[in-house]
Structures are given as structure tokens and as C-alpha cells.
T-cell receptor, first 111, second 116 residues
Framework: GNSVTQMEGPVTLSEEAFLTINCTYT??????LFWYVQYPGEGLQLLLK?????DKGSNKGFEATYRKETTSFHLEKGSVQVSDSAVYFC??????????FGPGTRLSVLP | NAGVTQTPKFRVLKTGQSMTLLCAQD?????MYWYRQDPGMGLRLIHY???????AKGEVPDGYNVSRLKKQNFLLGLESAAPSQTSVYFC???????????????FGEGSRLTVL
């Protein structure tokens, strides 16, 4: 079946450090890929998305590129801020359904 | 700008009591979902619906029932609550996405349920 694997957390960084959270997937066909973010005490919000190979999703300084050859969708940010502290979920879906989520990676950014 | 709204936001139950969580979306989405989130276990799908009048089981359906009598509403029921159902529950909705479109999920803010 389809699955999503994320790097184990928690990840702790100093402010302005470079962030990478790895995400790889196993899927048939051509899923869309997503990164969701969950701030403390809140629901999940869509951070960025990509629909096909080599697409780059970007938002709020975060980027991820849909790599079909390595089945990956790694999340990166050049300079993290304290306000980026949250849990990040990688996910895939097909035509608006059949979503599969990774376990989430908790990021803590220290001032 | 309501999006997906869940009620109630918090609830404390005693073992054996029943309750219903209500999810409402105003985006005319076909698909609706109920997830539970527990520490260290990520999101787990309880039940989902692909249209008005339809429901299907997800990964962890036992102890829950759902109904989708109206397109905009998706109800999650606990007939006899157990402490193992203490969790944060999230409702989500999405729309059919044609090829080339992403079709993302939209989430509610969550409902925290404690069963004593």
C-alpha cells in the first residue's frame, strides 16, 4: 500500500539555521504531495503542495521539490525563526482523496 | 471565511456516556473525513465519506459511528465512550481534483475529548 516516511524528530535548531526535514513515499501512479504544519493547539494547515514530478512548492520561505526518481519531497528553509516551531507532516493524495500522512516531525527553534 | 468548523472544541465524558461531534464545511466539498491524533501516533483515519449519504471505514473505526445526511455536515458519534477514545479529533474536507490539480485537505481546529 501507499505510505509516507519522515525523519524522526524532534529537531532542535537555533534561529537562522538551515532546515531540512526528509520525506520519502511509496505509492502507485502519480500522487500529489503536501506538507502540512500544525502549530501548538491548532489544526493542520497546508504549507505547500506539488502535483507532478519536478514541481516545486513554496510558501513562507519553505520549499519542497517533487522528486519522482528518488520518491522524495524534502522540506527545506534557509533560515528558520522561532515562530516556525511546530509539527510538520508530509502527505500524499490522489485526486482529492486517499490521503496518507507521515507520522510528523516536531521542530523546535531556539532564540 | 468559516471553512471547516467543529463543535464542541472540548468535552469531558465519563466511561459509557455517548456524544456526537459535529463537523460543518461551507466549501461544497464532496469528501469529508474524521481523524484522531494521539501523541506519537500521528493522524489516524476513523471514517470518511465520499458524498452525501455515504460513509466508509478508515484505519481505526471501532467504537465510532458516522453519518452524512447533508453534504455540508459529517457527524462522528461515540455510543459508549471508553478511556482509549481520549484524543484530539480532527475533521477535514476536500474536493475532487482533476488530473493536474492537487486537491488538498482542509482541516478544522480540532475537538479535544477526555473520557474518564
Amino acid at each position: 500500500g501507499n505510505s509516507v516516511t519522515q525523519m524522526e524528530g524532534p529537531v532542535t535548531l537555533s534561529e537562522e539555521a538551515f532546515l531540512t526535514i526528509n520525506c520519502t513515499y511509496t505509492a502507485t501512479g502519480y500522487p500529489s504531495l503536501f506538507w502540512y504544519v500544525q502549530y501548538p493547539g491548532e489544526g493542520l494547515q497546508l504549507l505547500l503542495k506539488a502535483t507532478k514530478a519536478d514541481d516545486k512548492g513554496s510558501n513562507k520561505g519553505f520549499e519542497a521539490t517533487y522528486r519522482k526518481e528518488t520518491t522524495s519531497f524534502h522540506l527545506e528553509k534557509g533560515s528558520v525563526q522561532v515562530s516556525d516551531s511546530a509539527v510538520y507532516f508530509c502527505a500524499l493524495g490522489y485526486y482529492g482523496q486517499n490521503f496518507v500522512f507521515g507520522p510528523g516531525t516536531r521542530l523546535s527553534v531556539l532564540p | 471565511n468559516a471553512g471547516v468548523t467543529q463543535t464542541p472544541k472540548f468535552r469531558v465524558l465519563k466511561t459509557g456516556q455517548s456524544m456526537t461531534l459535529l463537523c460543518a464545511q461551507d466549501m461544497n466539498h464532496e469528501y469529508m473525513y474524521w481523524y484522531r491524533q494521539d501523541p506519537g501516533m500521528g493522524l489516524r483515519l476513523i471514517h470518511y465519506s465520499v458524498g452525501e449519504g455515504t460513509t466508509a471505514k478508515g484505519e481505526v473505526p471501532d467504537g465510532y459511528n458516522v453519518s452524512r445526511l447533508k453534504k455540508q455536515n459529517f457527524l462522528l458519534g461515540l455510543e459508549s465512550a471508553a478511556p482509549s477514545q481520549t484524543s484530539v479529533y480532527f475533521c477535514a474536507s476536500s474536493s475532487f481534483a482533476e488530473r493536474g490539480m492537487t486537491g488538498e485537505l482542509f482541516f478544522g481546529e480540532g475537538s479535544r475529548l477526555t473520557v474518564l
